[in-house]
């Protein structure tokens, strides 16, 4: 028998080097992060006292231009803040920051969150218009360097994305989420969280996201902010929470409750939205904070008698921390002492917010480098992002006779209409820190694109708002000495976003008058429309041969206009939200349910209107392009599934133009008869591609029971069997239609 060698002490100790090495390179999974997180809180939850506590729940304002407002100084020292609102750049979050770690008691540090929506320095479209691009890729590139651009100047949340399904254009915050679908928002919502937070928000470059407005809040009536939300709940849960669920999923790690009442319960004191789905069923472990004062506006809902009434209602409903307002803080002790609230609470809601300061790693890296500011915002690579996401999320709405794209060549061109030469509405509302003229006016854009041989006239024509025509003769002067007229008309940047509801969706002003009196000067005319909503254009349509969709698209608008005007940029866009002929259409959505009397042209007595048509003026899915695509041999692997079985849809798409371009092909589904109403579509895929002339490329699209399935009375998802239809096409109604069986 061999004798055994014993290792040297010398060899032992490299042995252990060597192990702890790789103990020490080897990361700790998900699992052991967590339950060393949850550790972590836990600890410090034990140390603190309850004043400490309710501080962790207060988000506090600051200064407009940025700045901590003074008494922050003295909160944050004492351990009675745990958030800001607005405070940003210029080394500011980090002034305050070394506050909270050098002299408070436990040294929590600070979470500093800003509306960063569609770009923070660097602006992008508008939500609805990226939506409009079909490409959820785009939106978390965008996304991602807003991210960037927020961290550099000390952010480190973001609330955003806003996810509420809009279904009346009336409502001025429909230009913040992705139009009237579900499942189109819920696929955005998912790209959204992904490109703020990345894989780890903790991880520099990276933000904090929040779901807002948890819910219902797109559904207010009368297209009114702030106003009453009724529906069922049956709808809540097949329209409205899709991209809440999807932001979830993503691993969104904040929740923003709403302004209005659900159902007669306001949503920031709603137990069912806030723990019974959001807790219990979702499995939600972040932390939900309040929408400005939204806590204390429970008193004006008539839901609260006094403050302190308010701060009970939410709190124990699951509000986790108060924006702005201070109850929470100047009452928790007495309902503590009253017993409304109970000690575990108000634990729970600390420990929901610690977990998410520990998780973005604040107590690790509370500062942020603030040279960042110097480099990281609108750079080169940044801007030639926003030009190719605007020009993608262009819509071509109508395009006869070939009338765009114009030659760069064309000897004359006059530019009109008061939004041609606006820098500040194109950035939109919500715009961050953008910066007015940092903008590519579409006058630039298009001066910049035509050749030197190329006159340009510029004629404003009339104002945004206000009954004055006086512009009017020096703009049918430019049409008329000029070979075609391009009008920019729409919306200012107050016209569309928070408080900015409208009672009708007409053109503001004398703008119709001013596209009126241009085309009448018998020169081409091409309308290119600045707006945060779907408008009422029917004139336009049916008298002017070109309109584009431009939306608000942000800091490298003009550029992304004169893009697609000279052709350098083909359109692809497809609508993300039905566009009405006329205001009183509204609310009106492609997936509406069927009636016992569906419309017939011919018969009075069926679900229409009898001084206008009911169809919209464009259809939800629909855009234009300079080439033409054909869809064809659409097919279904079997005619017969069972519940839970899943089945193939394939078609074929084909570029039969002259030019290279994009086609968004979309797969539409209805389940024939059910135990409820189901809507008469729904949109369930889509591919946007891109094919040279003549290409063509099969597509294939899977349907499970997530896309079959739907809520039943009893709340209960469940696929029925029966007949459905397959459909699809390039719009929600230009389909080709198939049918199969589940059994």
């Known amino acids: 028998m061999k004798r055994r060698k014993h290792l040297r002490p010398l060899s032992l100790l490299l042995c252990l080097v060597v192990v702890l090495a790789l103990l020490l390179s080897t990361p700790p999974s998900s699992a052991q992060r967590g339950n060393d997180v949850e550790r972590r809180v836990n600890a410090l939850l034990a140390r603190m006292t309850l004043a400490e506590k309710l501080g962790q729940l207060q988000q506090l304002d600051g200064e407009g231009n940025g700045n901590f407002r003074p008494e922050h100084l003295e909160l944050v020292r004492k351990g009675l803040l745990g958030s800001t609102l607005g405070v940003r750049n210029g080394g500011q979050p980090n002034k305050l920051q070394r506050v909270a770690m050098e002299e408070s008691r436990l040294k929590i540090p600070l979470l500093f969150g800003f509306d960063t929506i ?50 009346d254009p009336r409502w001025g915050r429909i230009t913040e989420g992705a139009g009237e679908d579900p499942f189109l928002g819920a696929a955005f919502a998912r790209a959204r969280v992904r490109g703020f937070q990345g894989d780890d928000y903790s991880q520099p470059g990276k933000v904090l996201a929040c779901a807002k407005h948890w819910v219902g809040y797109g559904a207010a009536e009368g297209g009114r902010d702030y106003n009453t939300t009724e529906m069922s709940e049956q709808t809540l849960r097949s329209i409205y929470f899709p991209p809440f669920k999807a932001a979830i999923d993503a691993g969104v790690g904040t929740f923003m409750s709403a302004f209005n009442a659900l159902n007669g319960v306001p949503t920031s004191a709603n137990h069912f939205t806030l723990t019974k789905v959001l807790r219990d069923e979702w499995k939600f472990d972040g932390f939900v904070v309040s929408d400005y004062t939204s806590v204390k506006e429970l008193i004006n809902h008539g839901y609260a008698a006094n403050d302190k009434e308010a701060a009970w209602l939410a709190l124990n409903a699951g509000v986790d921390m108060e924006m702005v307002s201070r109850l929470f803080n100047q009452h928790g002790a007495a309902l503590l002492n009253e017993k409304k609230w109970t000690q575990a609470t108000i634990d729970e809601a600390v420990r929901r917010v610690l977990r998410i300061k520990f998780r973005l790693g604040l107590f690790e890296r509370p500062y942020v480098d603030e040279s960042l500011e110097k480099t990281a915002h609108l750079t080169a690579e940044s801007r030639t992002v926003a030009r190719e996401i605007a020009g993608k999320s262009m819509v071509l709405l109508k395009n006869d006779r070939e009338t765009l794209p114009l030659a760069k060549t064309v000897g004359s061109i006059a530019v009109i209409g008061p939004l041609a030469d606006d820098n500040r509405s194109p950035l939109g509302w919500w715009s961050g820190d953008g910066k007015d003229e940092d903008t590519v006016t579409p006058l630039t854009g298009i001066r910049a694109k035509v050749s030197s041989q190329t006159k340009v006239t510029y004629a404003k024509g009339c104002d945004i708002t206000g009954d004055s025509d006086a512009g009017f003769v020096e703009a049918v002067a430019a049409a008329r000495s000029s070979d075609v007229a391009v009008v ?152 017969q599934i069972r519940p839970d079985g899943t089945i193939r849809v394939t078609a074929d798409v084909e570029n039969t133009g002259k030019r290279a371009g994009d086609e968004v092909v979309q797969l ?29 490329r099969s597509l294939e699209f899977v349907l499970g029971p997530e896309h079959l399935g739907f809520y039943n009375r009893d709340m209960k998802f469940v696929v029925e069997p029966g007949e459905f239809r397959v459909m699809v096409g390039s719009n929600s109604q230009d389909v080709i239609e198939k049918t199969f069986e589940v059994r």
């Open 118 to 167: 569609h770009g923070y320095r660097t602006i992008f479209p508008i939500p609805l218009a990226e939506a409009a691009s079909w490409d959820p890729s785009l939106a978390e590139r965008s996304s991602s360097i807003a991210a960037k651009e927020s961290y550099a100047a000390g952010l480190r949340w973001t609330f955003a994305p806003m996810v509420d399904i809009a279904r």
């Open 488 to 639: 920019f008309v729409g919306e200012s940047k107050d016209m569309a976003g928070e408080a900015a509801s409208r009672v009708t969706l007409d053109l503001p002003g004398r703008q119709m008058d001013l596209v009126k009196e241009v085309a009448r000067a018998g020169k081409p005319t091409i309308v290119v429309l600045i707006n945060g909503r779907p408008p009422a254009i029917g004139w336009i349509v049916d008298n002017v041969p070109a309109i584009l969709e431009a939306w608000m698209a942000g800091t490298e608008s003009g550029n992304a206009i004169a893009d697609i005007l000279f052709g350098d940029v083909n359109p692809g866009g497809k609508l993300p939200v039905t566009f009405p002929r006329v205001t009183g259409q509204v609310p009106i959505y492609y997936n509406h349910l069927n009636t016992g009397r569906p419309p017939e042209a011919n018969n009075r007595y069926t679900a229409k209107y009898f001084d206008a048509p009911w169809t919209p003026q464009f259809p939800f899915g629909f855009g234009l392009s300079y080439t033409q695509f054909k869809i064809s041999n659409v097919a279904v692997s079997a005619t």
């Open 668 to 696: 539409y589904i209805r389940d024939v008869t059910a135990t409820i109403t189901r809507p008469v579509k729904e949109l369930k895929g889509f591919q946007r591609v891109t094919l040279q002339p003549g290409a063509k």
